[in-house]
């Protein structure tokens, strides 16, 4: 959170966290690796990936209580109104959700709740030609997000709904406590701060990818000689930051024990008439999260557990009310020249090179943002293959699979082979704010609203 007026920037940590009831015994290794985001070593039944063992607790809603207390302007009812009517009105169901829903339907289907509501009487839920968009009832999540306005965010932690989660997480056989969702708070932290070319870029601290991206920026500023636009050098300087970043990343980071797929990740860029800027993401993890739709409540699950190693005795290793490395990177850049960026992706370990090269295509190449949304990346993201956007020049292509594993990739829908990032910038001189989202996705939006014009007397 950038605040304009006190030219300084917070961070908020609602990162999830391990039950403290859990056991990780309960997660043997099996055989191969499983197909889900990270390619971890298989758990026995895909503990860690689906079904209630997977749960962690939610921070979501701690989060969103405390940016509103400590920064917003709203009431808490007035800002989940528009959350409401959405509930009521059911999810819409456009070609592209037939398309996800579609390919987890045999994971939905293996949950009561979740068949009942994402897998109307057992098919997965289309609309005729020409007709309207036909809408699935989200369960009792209207009816949760009413209470949750009437008696507060605490009441997700420790009140009725919260009494409602554990006891509907119970039967389903997690170990999510009472004791879990009541000690459950989100924190307001400074955000880390580093410069690069000249600007200062603000990330977020701790478990988050915002170390892996100043540590690959750090890099870049010695590797990449600034230019007209960026060329087979430039992608080869981004390759080589990024497999060394992520090697350090997964290596050494996590918070130690003292004793391919898709995500269901949204990050949302904003920025208001006065210069206040907001870069949030918020996840569930995997693409519908545990695939667990708690009957009392509506809510589906998140699959957090997934994010930690399932491999014993390394620092992301799964443990009891840990918590675990992430790969959110909301960030915000001050130029030199005034103007300010907010900007951050969905899309797992994909995430942080999506950013860093938005962040050199503006600095080390003085893109536009729309030039920036479109300029082709590559991706870097944990293994040794680098995968490369088709549109991309053959002389750079040819380059880097001179070095490198090279897979090259279709700009495309789905699969999502990129992160799907947003930015917005302000340039307060001048009194505009742009913006722009990852053109392939369609659930990808841009909202504007005009700066209001004083109007001269009459008479």
Not at 72 to 78: M, V
Not at 96 to 114: G, H, N, Q, R, V
Not at 262 to 283: E, F, I, K, W, Y
Request: charge should be neutral; glycine fraction near 10%.
């Amino acid at each position: 959170i950038y605040l304009a007026a006190q030219r300084r920037v917070h961070a908020i940590d609602f990162l999830m966290r391990a039950p403290q009831g859990l056991n990780p015994a309960d997660y043997p290794l099996g055989e191969g690796t499983d197909a889900d985001l990270f390619g971890w070593p298989a758990v026995h039944e895909d503990r860690n990936v689906t079904g209630p063992f997977s749960f962690a607790v939610p921070g979501f809603v701690a989060g969103l209580a405390l940016a509103l207390e400590r920064f917003g302007s709203r009431t808490w009812a007035d800002s989940l109104a528009p959350a409401i009517e959405l509930a009521r009105k059911g999810l819409a169901v456009d070609w592209y959700a037939t398309l996800k829903i579609a390919a987890a339907a045999p994971a939905l289907a293996s949950f009561p709740d979740s068949a009942r509501t994402y897998l109307p009487q057992g098919f997965v839920p289309a609309g005729q030609w020409g007709g309207p968009l036909p809408h699935i009832k989200l369960g009792n999540l209207d009816h949760t997000l009413e209470r949750l306005a009437r008696a507060g965010p605490g009441d997700f932690y420790r009140g009725e709904i919260a009494s409602a989660l554990v006891a509907d997480a119970s039967r389903a056989g997690s170990t999510l406590s009472s004791a879990d969702l009541g000690e459950y708070r989100a924190t307001v932290l400074s955000a880390d701060v580093m410069t690069y070319r000249g600007a200062r870029v603000h990330t977020a601290p701790g478990l988050t990818a915002g170390p892996t991206l100043r540590h690959a920026l750090g890099m870049l500023e010695h590797r990449l000689a600034p230019g007209a636009a960026p060329d087979a050098q430039a992608y080869s300087a981004y390759t080589a930051c990024f497999l060394d970043a992520y090697e350090q990343r997964l290596a050494r980071m996590g918070e130690r024990d003292e004793g391919g797929a898709s995500s269901c990740t949204t990050h949302l860029s904003v920025v208001d008439r006065q210069g206040n800027m907001v870069a949030l993401t918020q996840t569930l993890l995997s693409v519908f999260g545990s695939k667990v739709v708690l009957p009392q409540t509506g809510v589906l699950m998140n699959n957090g557990i997934n994010w930690f190693d399932p491999r014993p005795g390394r620092p992301n290793s799964i443990g009891p009310g840990k918590r675990p490395l992430s790969n959110m990177c909301p960030t915000i850049v001050e130029r030199d020249d005034g103007i300010r960026v907010a900007l951050g992706a969905s899309g797992g370990r994909r995430i942080m090179p999506a950013v860093c090269q938005l962040i050199s295509f503006l600095l080390d190449f003085d893109m536009t943002i729309d030039q920036a949304c479109h300029q082709p990346r590559i991706d870097v993201s944990g293994t040794p293959l680098v995968r490369v956007d088709e549109r991309l020049a053959a002389d750079i292509v040819a380059t880097l699979a001179s070095e490198h594993e090279v897979a090259t990739a279709l700009h495309g829908v789905y699969p999502a082979l990129f992160a799907c990032p947003n930015i917005v910038a302000r340039d307060e001189a001048r009194g505009v704010s742009t913006g722009g989202a990852y053109v392939m996705s369609p659930w990808a939006k841009v909202s504007a609203q005009n700066e209001p014009r004083a109007h001269p007397e009459k008479g």
